[in-house]
């Protein structure tokens, strides 16, 4: 018997797993947003991707995370966790970096699967 995928399980294979795998590390954070059920977030503050690219002042609100957000699409896609996926710039309240956060919506679909998978599990 195959065993149904939760939402926690693939979030925190992305951010142990496949992070380390593509960058040498484990993401800084993950975490579930405050204000909605559906959103997740992996933070990274020290982004390779965006080490070695300067941004013009005319493309400010360039994020050069987004090919990583369309990297982590890709995989929750193939999982089966289908996910609006979007890279922003967030500024550390230690320092003056900016840290890359990868904002994750999942569908309508993955969280009615997850409270099935929640109210079964509850008996």
Do not use: C
């Amino acid at each position: 018997m195959r065993r149904k995928p939760e939402i926690l399980d693939i979030l925190k294979h992305i951010h142990s797993v496949a992070w380390p795998y593509m960058f040498g590390k484990t993401a800084d954070d993950l975490q579930q947003a405050n204000a909605a059920d559906d959103e997740y977030m992996i933070s990274d503050h020290d982004l390779m991707v965006g080490k070695f690219i300067s941004i013009p002042k005319s493309y400010s609100s360039f994020v050069p995370g987004s090919i990583v957000a369309g990297m982590v699409r890709g995989m929750l896609d193939a999982a089966g966790f289908p996910a609006r996926v979007s890279a922003h710039f967030v500024e550390q309240p230690s320092s003056s970096k900016l840290s890359t956060t990868i904002l994750i919506k999942f569908d309508k679909a993955v969280m009615q699967r997850q409270a099935q998978l929640d109210a079964t599990r509850r008996g």
